[in-house]
């Protein structure tokens, strides 16, 4: 009905008692991912896409 399993329902309950609303809250959220790109390979990317392929689209940059 709620479209939890039975299990997942359980542990939000036992979740809910023991920390309250912020015990329901996703702890994810926030939080950087694993697999993000370092800032610097984004920018040497950013800088070669306007310098260097300006005229490709980004399929055909990505591609090439």
Known sequence: MVGLS????RRQCIRYQAEGVDGLRDK???RVSNRRTP???LDR???LYREE????TVKH???E
């Open 6 to 9: 039975g299990r997942h329902f």
């Open 39 to 41: 800032e610097s390979e």
């Open 61 to 63: 940059f990505h591609e």
């Open 28 to 30: 994810r959220l926030g």
């Open 53 to 56: 392929s300006a005229d490709f």
């Open 45 to 47: 990317m950013r800088r």
